[in-house]
């Protein structure tokens, strides 16, 4: 595993996306329970790779100059259709497969009922994405 300085914003990207090439889960080390919390989000994953989620610890600083950067940095560099990331309880997601903002609803959504539960905050909201995201060209999935 790649560990960069949490500052080195493009350094935490290229880490981030070098990563989900093999993976669809990236847990920052120093993530408290990192791995179980990897081996559940892998039980909820779809297995065609279409949703990575990324999860960095709460006191990252990213040195990022707008809220969404990291994010949108991560999604135009995998292969993934969707990214959920996870700053702390902070989530924030980004898709193609579905309409962008409905995808950051999902997860602001999901991060406000979770109550600071990052690991349900994140099932929930994979769960909803894979709802919301069609099936096949011109199906809807719910």
């Known amino acids: 595993m790649i560990i960069v300085a949490a500052s080195d914003l493009s350094g935490v990207t290229d880490a981030v996306a070098g990563a989900l090439q093999s993976s669809d889960v990236y847990i920052a080390p120093g993530v408290k329970g990192g791995d179980a919390l990897a081996s559940t989000l892998t039980g909820v994953l779809p ?7 990324v999860v960095l610890p709460a006191d990252a600083d990213l040195g990022a100059v707008y809220d969404l950067e990291l994010l949108t940095r991560i999604t135009e560099k ?33 991060e406000a009922a979770a109550g600071g539960d990052t690991q349900t905050a994140l099932v929930e909201t994979v769960q909803q994405i894979v709802e919301e995201t069609p099936s096949s060209p011109g199906g809807g999935g719910g």
């Open 47 to 53: 297995a065609d790779g279409s949703i990575a989620v």
């Open 78 to 110: 995998v292969s993934q259709k969707t990214v959920v990331l996870a700053v702390g309880d902070d989530l924030q997601a980004a898709s193609t497969a579905i309409d962008s903002d409905d995808a950051l609803f999902i997860a602001n959504t999901n």
